[in-house]
């Protein structure tokens, strides 16, 4: 699947790009964004690894150094990631229960929280995969899982109860 300048394809949506985060990934509660933020430039420096991740298929063009050093670099970055994450998710499910989110309506945090253990076994599944000859794809891959599902889980899941704790009556509320 080659485009008109001979390159595999570029990376899916590019969700993450050289720039600052997308607006789209702004909910407008100050710690939740923060830690967005985090999230985006774990993802960056994943970008960073692969010396052109758009155009090769695989690490076999590579030398063996090359291929060690990229695979080292991956399973630091995932290893943060997972733990970033793993904390990340905590805090917002601390968010549901201090804002009574989860007392009002239990059905939307269930099924927020029910996300954020499909997106956490989605990168286990990556970090089990690793494979030195296999760094580009699996990079590509994680590329993927934001891409498609982290961004719109910020803006189904994140959003409402961004919407929730930052309405006007909210003790929680954090912009203003
Ligand atoms: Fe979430
Ligand atoms: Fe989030």
């Known amino acids: ?18 720039g600052p985060m997308s607006v789209e990934m702004l909910t407008g509660n100050t710690t939740i964004d923060a830690e967005h933020e985090q999230l985006y430039a774990i993802l960056k420096a994943a970008r960073s690894v692969c010396l052109d991740a758009a155009r090769f298929e695989n690490c076999v063009a590579c030398s063996e150094a090359r291929r060690a050093g990229c ?55 990556l970090v089990a995969a690793l494979d030195s000859t296999r760094t580009v794809s699996l990079l590509r891959e994680l590329d993927q899982i934001f891409g498609r599902w982290v961004i719109r889980h910020v803006a189904t899941h994140d959003m409402a109860l961004v919407h929730w704790i930052e309405r006007e009556d909210s003790a929680l509320r954090s912009g203003f």
Request: hydrophobic share 45%; glycine share 6%.
């Open 71 to 125: 695979e080292n670099q991956l399973v630091g970055l995932l290893g943060d990631l997972l733990s970033f994450i793993l904390e990340h998710f905590k805090t917002e499910e601390s968010f549901m229960r201090e804002s009574l989110l989860i007392m009002v309506d239990r059905l939307l945090c269930e099924t927020h929280m029910e996300d954020h253990a499909a997106i956490s076994s989605r990168i286990e599944r």
């Open 1 to 18: 699947m080659f485009n008109a300048r001979g390159e595999v394809g570029s990376l899916p949506l590019a969700a993450v790009t050289d």
